[in-house]
């Protein structure tokens, strides 16, 4: 069995690799040959801890296992970050455990990679201002991977702590770009693209505060009651996203879809968009949103890769299991 540590992945994989693993395995799942298996997630009862398990199997890289983690709200006091995982991966012919790959900044990186896809395959191609709401752990991976997809001339921030906003403008800074801290409404009327990456109970953005031509990848709602935009705004927008059974019990599209403003038949898989069999972004005024709820096999894509990565270079620990 192998081992990749935590101390290890940075070393290991970055965004362009992640972006290639999560579009693999999106196009899988839209192939219908990649699928997840229903998410675990309980309350502990001790540490305040949210604990569970993402899994599934792409039956085309034959990937399989699971994500084991959650949030353990006092690590912060303890030097340790709040979310903790772990992937472990299971070879697919005989059931053995093949590795166990440190999920933490791979959760990051997973993440990041699903919005820039998005951005790829939806964002208008003339697309120049980037928009980010949210400044938490996730918020600078998320800003590395997008810049990538557009030619990107300015970033506009806002986050509900404005002093946790400096990180963003480090990351702009050693782009060569510069970086605005706004307001909502500012935010929505220079941004073509927005990111919103938050941990947030109550909509943040608004419909009226949202250009037409506007792609917003929503990656912070990832639990039923976050919400990071209006209800309005799901319904006014084509509305893509990893899963749809994800989106519409924990996504973003929870709240639109409750309220009788979408229906989850009219939501497509990013996969389709990815695959060809759903053209994406049809016309230059459509608002487009992504609304990214994080899949198993978008981790257990990553940590194949990571594997991969860390036995071609020869830095793999091996034991016996
Ligand atoms: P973090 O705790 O480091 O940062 C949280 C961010 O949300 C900060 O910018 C904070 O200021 C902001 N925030 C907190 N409460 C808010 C409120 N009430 N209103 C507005 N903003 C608020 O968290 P993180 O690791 O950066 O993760 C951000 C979010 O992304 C979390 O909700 C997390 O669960 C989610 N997430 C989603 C995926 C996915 O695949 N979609 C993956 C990982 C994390």
Not at 120 to 136: E, H, S, V, W
Request: proline letters at 3%; glycine letters at 12%.
């Amino acid at each position: 069995m192998i081992i990749v540590p935590e101390r290890d992945i940075a070393g290991l994989i970055g965004p362009a690799d992640c972006f290639v693993a999560v579009e693999g395995v999106f196009a899988a799942m839209a192939r219908r040959t990649a699928r997840n298996f229903p998410v675990v997630r309980e309350a502990l009862g001790h540490a305040d801890a949210l604990y569970g398990f993402k899994s599934g199997f792409d039956g085309e890289s034959l990937a399989l296992g699971l994500k084991s983690g959650g949030f353990w709200p006092g690590n912060m006091a303890r030097g340790l970050t709040n979310h903790q995982s772990a992937v472990f991966l299971f070879d697919a012919d005989t059931g053995q455990c093949r590795a166990i790959v440190g999920g933490n900044r791979l959760t990051a990186l997973r993440t990041a990679a699903a919005s820039a896809i998005s951005i790829k395959y939806l964002a208008r191609q003339d697309a120049r201002t980037l928009g980010i709401i949210g400044a938490g752990h996730q918020s600078t991976f998320q800003l590395e991977a997008a810049l990538e997809q557009r030619a990107f001339e300015k970033i506009v921030g806002w986050n509900v702590e404005p002093e946790m906003l400096s990180k963003l403008e480090e990351v702009a800074a050693r782009r060569g770009l510069p970086f605005e801290r706004v307001d909502l409404d500012g935010l929505g009327a220079q941004a073509d693209v927005i990111i919103t990456i938050t941990s947030s109970f109550a909509p943040i953005l608004k419909v009226a505060q949202v250009r037409p031509g506007t792609h917003i990848a929503c990656m912070g709602t990832d639990t039923v009651g976050k919400q990071e935009v209006e209800a309005e705004l799901v319904a006014r927008a084509s509305v893509f996203t990893d899963e749809v059974a994800q989106a519409v019990t924990l996504g973003e599209s929870q709240h639109a879809v409750a309220a009788g403003l979408v229906d989850a038949g009219s939501i497509v898989e990013i996969g389709q968009v990815v695959t060809g069999g759903h053209a994406g972004r049809t016309t230059p005024e459509e608002i487009t949103l992504f609304d990214g709820t994080g899949v198993g096999l978008q981790d257990l894509a990553v940590a194949s890769a990571i594997v991969d990565l860390a036995v071609r270079k020869g830095i793999a620990t091996e034991v016996e299991f």
